[in-house]
């Protein structure tokens, strides 16, 4: 059964920064893409970054371009989110979710950036 258990949200003012990290089990992790979602309050789903299987290529939305870096460790089955001079509006809950067409998601961990 596949599981992603996200970690390492809380509480941080304006520019600050946390990491996010998805333990992932179930399935075998280095083959898949994974994601990162995040969800607003009273907002639908906005899809934050993309890395690939082989940790070699990644993709982010512009909205956290040049502040926000996933990665992952494909000996460990974790994929991580680097958030960096974050704003209110990256307040949400963030999903760890697999491959591009988003088949199974984890719990979600709460981000609130707030001063």
């Known amino acids: 059964e596949v599981h992603l258990v996200e970690s390492g949200g809380g509480m941080v003012q304006p520019g600050g920064s946390l990491r996010l990290s998805c333990a992932a089990s179930?399935?075998?992790?280095?083959?898949?893409?994974m994601n990162w979602v995040r969800q607003a309050p009273g907002k639908g789903p906005e899809w934050v970054s993309l890395?690939?299987?082989?940790?070699?290529?990644?993709t982010s939305a512009d909205s956290v371009k040049g502040r926000f870096t996933i990665s992952r460790d494909n000996a460990k089955n974790m994929v991580y989110l680097q958030m960096n001079s974050l704003k209110p509006e990256d307040t949400a809950r963030y999903y760890c979710?697999?491959?591009?067409?988003?088949?199974?998601w984890g719990k979600g961990t709460l981000v609130t950036v707030s001063s």
């Open positions: 890395i690939n299987n082989r940790e070699t290529q990644t």
């Open positions: 979710v697999r491959q591009r067409v988003m088949d199974y």
């Open positions: 179930g399935f075998t992790f280095s083959n898949y893409e």
